[in-house]
C-alpha cells in the first residue's frame, strides 16, 4: 500500500467483546481523547466505557424538524388565508386542526431527511471517501470478527512507545501504525463505478420498457386486455342490437315501489282507498310534510292563502264543498299526479307520506267545518271541566 511516512494512529486488535469494552474504559481512564473503537457489531455498554457523550446530531434533527414545522404552517397560512381564501366545510381560513396533519408530515419529512443527510455530510464528511483507515489490515479484521481500537496521533498525550506498551498489557493481539495514504485508498468517482450506474439506470429501463409494453401483451399475460368488457361509447360485439345493457322486461317494477296507474288521468278509474289510518303519528307525519311541501301554495291552514303572492297562481281554498267532498283517492291522486297548473308532487313525498297529507288535510277540514257531533263532544268536556 502506497502510504506516507505521517502517522495517523495506532490500532490494535483484540478477540472478545469483553476485552474491547475493557481496553476502551482503561484507554479512556488513561486520559486519551482522540480515540475510536471499531467492532463488526455494535457492543453493548460501548458509550459508558468510552465516556461518550450524547450525539449532536440530535440538534440538527431538532433544528430541521421546527423549521418544517413553521414553514407547513405558514405555507397553509400563506395559501388558505392570504391567497387563496376559500371556505371549505364551513371551517375558518386559518383552521389548525386541519392544517395538523400536513404540518406533521413535513416535520417528519424535514427531520428525518436532514438526519441522514446530516450524519453523511457534517459527521462523515460525505463525498469525501478518505480515511487513513481506509484499505488498512485493522479495518478488515474489525469487518469480520476482530475488535479494534485505534489512538490517533493527534492526540496531547501521544507517544508511540507507552501507547504500545498499554495496548500489550490489556492483551491485544496484533498492533498495528496506521500511516496516512499518499492517494484517496476508494476513491467515488471512479470510472468504473460510473459506468456500473450507467449500466444499471440503462438495464432497468429496458427491463421497465419490455415488461410495461411487450410482455403484457403476449400470451398468456395478455388476459386484461383481450376480457370481454363494456367500453363506454362502443359498439357491443355480444348483442346482436351492438348495445350492451339489457332493457328490463316489460312490466318490470323497481324493489320497494309500487307504480300509481293512473298517472295523467283526470280521476283515478278504479276507487282508491286510504290504507292508513289517521293515527297520531300518522296525522304528526302528514302535518310536517303538508307544512314543507303544500303550505306555501295553500297556507298553513289550507285557506289557500300562497305565501308565493305574485310568483305562482294563488290554489283554491282546500275548505271548499268540492275539496271537502272529495274522495281520499282523489286528494291522493292530485298529489300524485298533479292537476292543471299545479305540479305532481310523487317524486318528493313517499307513498305512505302523500297518503298521511291526505289524512292531515282532512284533520285541517274537521277543524273548520266540525260536525255537531263533534261539538257535543266538546261541550261535554268543557262542561266536565267546569265540574
Ligand atoms: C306551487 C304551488 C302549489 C303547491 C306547492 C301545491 N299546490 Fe295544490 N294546487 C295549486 C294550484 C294552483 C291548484 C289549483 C289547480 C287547478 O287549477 O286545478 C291546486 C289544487 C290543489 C287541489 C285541488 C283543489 C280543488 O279544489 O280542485 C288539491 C287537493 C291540492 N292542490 C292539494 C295539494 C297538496 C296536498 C299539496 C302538497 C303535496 C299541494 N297541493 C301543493 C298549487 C299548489
Redesign the pocket.
Given at each position: 500500500m502506497n502510504r506516507t511516512d505521517k502517522i495517523f494512529g495506532i490500532a490494535a486488535l483484540f478477540d472478545t467483546p469483553d476485552a474491547i469494552i475493557n481496553a476502551a474504559e482503561k484507554v479512556t481512564a488513561a486520559g486519551y481523547k482522540k480515540i475510536d473503537v471499531n467492532t463488526p457489531y455494535p457492543v453493548h455498554g460501548m458509550n459508558k466505557a468510552m465516556k461518550l457523550k450524547p450525539s449532536k446530531l440530535g440538534f440538527i434533527t431538532l433544528f430541521f424538524g421546527l423549521s418544517g414545522a413553521a414553514f407547513a404552517m405558514l405555507f397553509m397560512f400563506w395559501a388558505m388565508s392570504l391567497e387563496y381564501p376559500m371556505i371549505i366545510g364551513g371551517k375558518p381560513f386559518f383552521s389548525l386542526p386541519a392544517f395538523i396533519p400536513i404540518t406533521f408530515e413535513v416535520t417528519v419529512l424535514l427531520a428525518t431527511l436532514s438526519t441522514v443527510i446530516g450524519m453523511l455530510t457534517f459527521f462523515f464528511n460525505y463525498p469525501n471517501n478518505n480515511h487513513p483507515l481506509n484499505g488498512t489490515a485493522y479495518i478488515k479484521a474489525v469487518a469480520v470478527d476482530k475488535f479494534g481500537i485505534c489512538i490517533e496521533a493527534s492526540d496531547n498525550k501521544f507517544d508511540k512507545d507507552v501507547i504500545e506498551q498499554l495496548l500489550h498489557h490489556l492483551g491485544a493481539n496484533e498492533i498495528e501504525t496506521i500511516y496516512y495514504p499518499k492517494d484517496e485508498v476508494y476513491p467515488i468517482f471512479q470510472p468504473k463505478y460510473l459506468m456500473f450506474l450507467a449500466a444499471t439506470a440503462i438495464a432497468t429501463s429496458l427491463v421497465t420498457y419490455f415488461v410495461l409494453n411487450k410482455l403484457m401483451f403476449m400470451d398468456p399475460f395478455n388476459w386484461m386486455m383481450v376480457q370481454d368488457k363494456l367500453i363506454p361509447q362502443e359498439k357491443s360485439e355480444v348483442f346482436e342490437d351492438g348495445f350492451g345493457m339489457r332493457k328490463p322486461v316489460e312490466g318490470t317494477v323497481a324493489r320497494g315501489f309500487i307504480p300509481y296507474p293512473f298517472m295523467g288521468e283526470p280521476t283515478p278509474a278504479d276507487v282508491l282507498s286510504n290504507p292508513f289510518l289517521p293515527t297520531r303519528e300518522n296525522i304528526e307525519l302528514g302535518k310536517k310534510k303538508?307544512l314543507i311541501?303544500?303550505s306555501?301554495?295553500?297556507g298553513n291552514y289550507a285557506e289557500g292563502d300562497s305565501r308565493?303572492r305574485g310568483q305562482?297562481?294563488n290554489?283554491?281554498t282546500?275548505h271548499?264543498v268540492?275539496?271537502r267532498e272529495?274522495s281520499d283517492g282523489m286528494?291522493y291522486h292530485?298529489?300524485t299526479n298533479g292537476?292543471?297548473?299545479?305540479?305532481s308532487?310523487a317524486s318528493q313525498?313517499t307513498r305512505e307520506e302523500r297518503w298521511a297529507?291526505v289524512n292531515y288535510?282532512r284533520v285541517l277540514q274537521r277543524a273548520k267545518f266540525a260536525r255537531e257531533s263533534d261539538l257535543q263532544e266538546i261541550k261535554k268536556e268543557s262542561a266536565a271541566n267546569v265540574e
Open positions: 303538508y311541501y303544500c306555501p301554495c295553500h308565493l305562482f297562481p290554489p283554491p282546500l271548499s268540492r275539496s272529495m286528494l292530485i298529489i292537476q292543471n297548473i299545479m305540479p308532487y313525498v297529507i288535510i
